[in-house]
């Protein structure tokens, strides 16, 4: 079983989707450690490419997850913008070529999406941000990929992982981004970046 190009088509457009959905939600878990901004960002930027992908049918999805980064990269404000960018343009070197992805190639765009965040955001496992989702993500696709599992099995397993892994972010102490200036008093609220990749995750996971 293998990811096909309209089905990362389909899973971006589920994104953008659920992020209009979650647009309030996000927004005030931004309010409480951040700029209060996370909700409308991830709206309107995946709203621009749900646009843009419309006119990408029949593109490898290499060249597909190139646009999602570039789109994200010019159309989302704050931190986020840069950092899913990165995610989505980095990823974007294993599926270069590929109309379709299977487990591994599709553990390896992650990994490396991974790393691509973790290096423009200079942020670590523990840090309360999209990482404590993104890492753990990655290498539980990892282990599903050398296991020989099925994809979509590994992908509903990898969105649970990212739900657990979005709320174990409440009790962290923020050390990155605009919420780490809040010291202790960032405890007790979910990180908004760790939400909205759990989200899309979820909608991954739904799109195979």
Known sequence: MSLTSAQYIDWMNRCAEALAAAQDELTALDTAIGDGDHGLNMQRGFAKVKEKLATEAGKDLGSLSKTVGMTLLSSVGGASGPLYGTFFIKAATA????????????????????????????????????????QPVSAALTQAATSGADLKAALQAAAETAQQQAEATIPLVAKKG?????GERSAGHKDPGAASSALLLRCLAESV
């Open 95 to 134: 599926l270069n070529g590929k109309n379709e992805a299977d487990l591994p190639t599709l553990a390896q765009a992650i990994a490396d999406g991974s790393s691509g965040l973790i290096a423009r955001g200079q942020a670590a496992v523990g840090d309360k941000t999209m990482v404590d989702v993104w």
């Open 178 to 182: 605009r919420a780490s200036y809040l």
